[in-house]
């Protein structure tokens, strides 16, 4: 650190770490802009909703019935959350396991997605829990071995660790802890390597719950691949992701980006590799059908469904990655990945909610209170998100302030 | 576990293979195609040379400043107030100068947004953005007479304002020191370079100094638009979050 | 059916109820197969010629279990609302066949409730075990355990467990087979106010050889199939009939596989993930860690080479 530090005016801990440096007053005069304001909105009338959820119980706060007892935290927050965190897995192993080491500079801000998406995943599931406060039982008091959702939950709640973990680095250098960051710094492959398989799992495993459910699940859906499905969209979700994510956080945090680092071409790299991923998806669901021979169903009202899920969000963004990679389009690049995150969102939404119970007599829309409470959660996951790289060295690790990083 | 018949099982078996192998035969084609860049592009980027290893000789970076993505420096002094001034890669890049347009003692400057500008002599200006958030408590009077003053000393007589900061503690954030900041100057180099063509030694190949006002060697025509781009100022983007 | 002979059935149904329930033993109730049978897996077999649609049983499931009685329970009327689902405080619903034979055909019930599969999905679903088979039949549901997930619900195919959503603190609901009455040895609460003979409680090998007895008699006009012989793998609850099931309202789309089959390949997976994602993802880092070594030895050869 530069002499000079020891010139400058001293302040409290709080001042420095949480306030940016400023006083309380001014702090809080910074944090009124258009963004913040909007999110205090949404909160402000969210918060209200969740406490009426805890107070009232379901029936109360969602249009959940007996024929329809998943609905949207479980088919959006929980599903679609975790595919879209995949940004965490996917980029710490081709940074650390494949060695593509020009994409260190997204790894921390993927893995701070990831966390932050786990996260509020795990919350939209608490909220959808009938009883969230047995939430420990499946975990040391009662153990249903067969079931897919206990697997579900020891991968969920590990990997949430090892994604906190591998996030320990930057909030230690923000903190200046400088032992306990060379010891966390060391744990990078082991977790990266534990982080795969746990995601291999659990990814997969979202959409095992599934296959309890063949006379539910619409035939083009249901599939004993499921499994595979979900993971390999995991791979795409996440990379789109990261790209998504990238794009806005350096229109939001211009000063705090290192404007050396060529995130264009690191952009063109995940579009080249999410175009081959997208790629291998669609014929993989090609495979689906051809397996239950189910090629007659294309021609209903949801085979049609079924075929613009493949082809427009799947194929589509495929050919529109490789075009716009070869070309070095980035901005078609962009909205080609916050495309695919809408495909992801519209596949976890198709297979547990709009393809499942397909023939029911009663079917299932969301609630107001079930749409907000979802909103509210993803804002609070921004805003956190915010939070974090306004203080810690996420999106440039050149030690903005000048201490050494591994 | 869907239970097929052994009849409709034959057809969908054949299918699947058909499907497998289709697949096969189109994902070498794809795989190229995705992994490929596009010609015109890529003759384009062949006429670039090859980057050499910048010289972080050409630009040093004194240890006792505080160095802004625009190319400002501040260094706090022990009066409490806050000198400013540009870097030496800022110097280089513009070239020498008919005047500096300071702000006015007294008035307010912001972290990442304009504050001086840099007049040539051809009547182009560039501005530059200020590296910290305060008021303007004294500015360099000398620069009326020897703007040229900035270029050639920009870490000694050539510094610019020294400004009362309001919120530095903030602002050091998004500032760099050390190595951090020689890392930076380092890729900063190696980034011009690659939009050298050879033969102009506007860099001189065997490593010697750069000349003065690079971007007007480098791109005659919209020199003042390479220099935005580098201090930040560019029309669209003044830098700031 | 004629109504007085009906109203004569229901009165002694509900006379019997009243009788039987909540105490001593219900053996003496005609047609029953002996239930001493300890250990072995029990059943029930319904035979829906032979229910008279008097409801004593979901009389006798509510009065068991402290629930409010079933709506109309003394009006016929409840079978032309259309077919009624089970809830969280009525375990057991009959309803009345949608059949589609002449005006002259008797009228058919079914009796619905928790089929307590051999192999139960909710079982095999459940992360903590609130579900659990029990080696006699019925499938019992541990409130203190459940998360309230509703994974159950979602595996169920036939739609049995139900949710308290309108409690803050709820539970699922469904047929406990009267588990604690079978501990004593007696039978469930429907099967032993049964006025008809419809519900034959025993064991369960023992009723599916009565069944097949009954649908291959000499002049039967049986449906020659047992609804729930092999089912999802076999239920406890087994269904005989003279009309197509799904007149009935039973799924005719279940397989005989379990439930529980369909998720075992891919948790069968999960240790061999275990097992080669390691050495699998570390090979993987070697590799790249030795060509970027090479790399940057290359490189470095190339620079002093230069100079």
């Known amino acids: 650190m530069s002499s000079d530090a020891r010139a400058l005016p001293a302040r409290g801990w709080v001042t420095d770490k949480l306030f940016l440096g400023l006083s309380l007053t001014d702090y809080l005069k910074s944090l009124l802009t258009p963004g913040t304001i909007i999110a205090g909105l949404i909160m402000a009338v969210g918060i209200p909703v969740i406490i009426y959820r805890f107070a009232y119980g379901l029936g109360a706060a969602t249009n959940l019935s007996q024929t329809n007892p998943w609905g949207i935290w479980i088919g959006f927050d929980m599903l679609a959350g975790v595919a879209l965190a995949a940004g965490g897995y996917t980029l710490a192993t081709s940074v650390y396991i494949f060695g593509l080491k020009e994409y260190h500079p997204i790894v921390r801000p993927a893995i701070l997605t990831g966390f932050l998406g786990y996260l509020f995943a795990v919350l939209g599931l608490t909220a959808d829990l009938g009883r969230p406060w047995n939430l420990p039982v499946p975990l040391f008091i009662s153990w249903g071995g067969p079931s897919v959702m206990f697997e579900i939950a020891w991968c969920v709640v590990l990997y949430l660790t090892v994604l906190f973990l591998e996030f320990l680095p930057p ?84 000063s705090r980006v290192d404007h050396h680092v060529d995130v264009d071409k690191l952009v063109v790299g995940l579009a080249r590799g999410a175009s081959i991923v997208l790629f291998c998806y669609f014929f993989v669901k090609l495979q689906g059908v051809a397996d239950g021979d189910r090629w007659h169903l294309l021609g209903t009202g949801y085979g049609l469904w079924f075929l613009v ?26 909205w080609t990945a916050a495309w695919t995150v809408l495909g992801i969102i519209v596949n976890r939404l198709n297979v547990s909610v709009i393809a499942l119970n397909w023939n029911a007599a009663d079917r299932y829309v969301p609630s107001w209170m079930e749409v907000t409470l979802s909103l509210t959660l993803i804002t609070i996951g921004i805003s956190s998100f915010r939070w974090i790289v306004n203080r810690m060295p996420v999106l440039n690790e050149h030690e903005i302030t000048g201490r050494h990083h591994a | 576990m869907i239970p097929h018949d052994i009849l409709t099982l034959y057809s969908a078996k054949m299918l699947e293979y058909g499907i497998a192998i289709l697949f096969l035969l189109l994902f070498i084609p794809f795989w190229r195609f995705s992994q490929s ?86 009547g182009q200006g ?4 200020a590296p910290v958030d305060g008021t303007i408590a004294a500015i360099n009077t000398d620069l009326a007479k020897d703007p040229d003053a900035t270029i050639a000393d920009p870490y000694g007589k050539g510094w610019l304002v020294r400004v009362r900061p309001d919120r530095l503690r903030a602002n050091l954030t998004n500032l760099l020191t050390g190595q951090a900041a020689r890392r930076w100057m380092d890729e900063t180099v190696a980034g011009l370079q690659a939009r050298l063509s050879p033969g102009l030694g506007a860099l001189a190949q065997d490593g010697g100094v750069p000349v003065s006002g690079m971007a007007r060697v480098i791109d005659a025509a919209n020199w003042h638009g390479l220099a935005r781009t580098y201090l930040l100022t560019s029309e669209k983007e003044d830098g700031r979050a | 059916m004629n109504l007085n002979r009906r109203l004569f059935l229901k009165v002694a149904g509900a006379a019997g109820a009243v009788a039987a329930a909540p105490v001593a033993t219900a053996r003496a109730a005609e047609g029953e197969v002996a239930p001493e049978i300890s250990s072995e897996r029990r059943g029930v077999l319904v035979d829906t010629t032979k229910c008279v649609g008097c409801r004593a049983c979901e009389a006798a499931c509510t009065e068991t279990n402290r629930q409010p009685a079933p709506a109309m329970l003394d009006d016929p009327a409840v079978y032309t609302k259309g077919p009624r689902a089970m809830d969280t405080r009525h375990y057991t619903v009959v309803n009345a066949a949608t059949t589609k034979a002449a005006a002259a055909a008797p009228a058919r019930f079914i009796k619905r409730q928790c089929m307590h599969c051999l192999e139960p999905a909710c079982a095999s679903a459940c992360l903590v075990r609130a579900l659990n088979k029990t080696p006699t039949g019925p499938v019992e549901y541990h409130k203190d ?6 994974y159950c619900m979602v595996a169920c195919p036939f739609d049995v467990p ?16 009267c588990g604690d009455r079978q501990a004593r040895g007696e039978s469930p609460a429907c099967t032993s106010v049964c006025p008809s003979g419809a519900l034959l409680f025993g064991r369960r090998t023992d009723l599916v050889d009565i069944a097949r007895e009954r649908l291959y008699a000499k002049g039967s006009t049986y449906v020659r199939h047992i609804f729930g012989e092999n089912e999802v793998g076999g239920t406890s609850w087994m269904y005989i ?25 891919s948790l069968a997976a999960v240790p061999f993930v275990l097992t080669l994602w390691p050495p699998l993802l570390m090979g993987l880092y070697t590799f790249s860690k030795r060509r970027a070594d090479v790399a940057a030895q290359e490189s470095g050869d190339q620079e002093a080479h230069d100079e």
């Open chain 2, 126 to 129: 560039v501005d530059m953005l």
């Open chain 3, 145 to 150: 355990r459940c998360l309230g997930c509703r």
């Open chain 1, 171 to 254: 909030v230690f250098e923000w903190l200046g802890w400088k032992k306990a960051l060379s010891l966390a710094n060391k744990t990078t492959i082991g977790l990266t390597v534990f982080g795969v398989i746990l995601s291999t799992l659990h990814q997969s495993s979202l959409g095992g719950l599934f296959l309890m459910a063949p006379t539910k699940l619409h035939p083009l859906w249901y599939s004993p691949f499921i499994p595979a499905y979900f993971f390999i969209s995991s791979i795409a979700a996440g990379l789109a992701m990261v790209i998504v994510e990238s794009g806005l956080s350096h229109r939001a945090f211009k």
């Open chain 1, 309 to 334: 899920e493949i082809v427009g969000f799947v194929l589509v963004p495929s050919m529109l990655f490789a075009w716009g990679a070869r070309n070095r389009r980035v901005t078609l690049i962009r």
């Open chain 3, 241 to 265: 009939t003279d009309i197509p099931f799904d007149q009935l309202g039973l799924p005719t789309n279940l397989g005989t596989y379990a439930y529980s089959s369909l998720t075992q390949a």
């Open chain 3, 162 to 177: 139900k949710y308290e959503y309108e409690s803050p603190s709820p539970f699922v609901q469904k047929c406990t087979f």
């Open chain 2, 37 to 122: 860049t596009a010609t015109a592009l890529a003759t384009a980027r062949a006429a670039v040379p090859a980057r050499k290893k910048a010289e972080s000789g050409w630009f040093p970076v004194p240890a006792d400043r505080l160095f802004h993505q625009g190319h400002a420096w501040a260094r706090p002094d022990s009066d409490g107030l806050v000198t400013v001034g540009l870097d030496g890669f800022a110097a280089r890049l513009v070239g020498p100068l008919a005047s500096v347009a300071l702000p006015q003692v007294g008035s307010k400057v912001g972290q990442g947004e304009r504050a001086w500008r840099l007049m040539t002599d051809d």
